[in-house]
């Protein structure tokens, strides 16, 4: 179990590290007000 859940938390700990490089590589494509499909609110 310790280990099932060790492998969880590294599965977690990637999700957010590819959420922060999207956030940062296309943040400037998201606060385009031209490419704003509305995902912002």
Known sequence: ???N???DNIHIV??????MFVFWSGGNE???PK??????S
Do not use: D, V
């Not at 990637?14 to 959420?19: A, G, R, S, W």
């Not at 490419?35 to 912002?40: D, E, V």
């Open 1 to 3: 179990m310790k280990s």
């Open 5 to 7: 859940s060790y492998k």
């Open 14 to 19: 990637l999700f957010i590290n590819i959420q």
């Open 30 to 32: 998201i606060m385009n």
């Open 35 to 40: 490419s704003n499909l509305g995902l912002t």
